[in-house]
Nanobody
Framework: QVDVVESGGGSVQAGGSMRLSCAASGDTDNLYRMAWFRQAPGKEREGVAALHKTTGPTYADSVKGRFTISKDSADNTLFLQMNNLKPDDTAMYYC????????????????????WGSGTEVTVSS
């Protein structure tokens, strides 16, 4: 069992930056993937960025060059640095984790993650 808790959301103006954190606890030694997802009102949940245990990150096209996913392995904390934020980035952001091996093309698909946080809200105003 793994628990994940997000923090760091809030309000920012367009063009600004924000960093989200996700603290993982429990059986974290077996985690292969951690990721950030987001869901805007009236829209489906979408994958933003994923980080595999042994390979590089994966990003959605909409955030490439603006968002950076990273992990502090010492305390199992996942980060999402968001720069040049746009109003379209407004959403509830969720941290997810999973211990199963999966092809890279699945890493931004929500059905491939077992453990989820309750989310942190990000609002970007124009």
């Amino acid at each position: 069992q793994v628990d994940v808790v997000e923090s760091g959301g809030g309000s920012v103006q367009a063009g600004g930056s924000m960093r989200l954190s996700c603290a993982a606890s429990g059986d974290t030694d077996n985690l292969y993937r951690m990721a950030w997802f987001r869901q805007a009102p009236g829209k489906e949940r979408e994958g933003v960025a994923a980080l595999h245990k042994t390979t590089g990150p994966t990003y959605a096209d909409s955030v490439k060059g603006r968002f950076t996913i990273s992990k502090d392995s010492a305390d199992n904390t996942l980060f999402l640095q968001m720069n040049n934020l746009k109003p379209d980035d407004t959403a509830m952001y969720y941290c997810a984790a999973d211990s199963r091996v999966a092809p890279a093309r699945w890493w931004l698909r929500s059905e491939n993650y077992k453990y989820w946080g309750s989310g942190t809200e990000v609002t970007v105003s124009s």
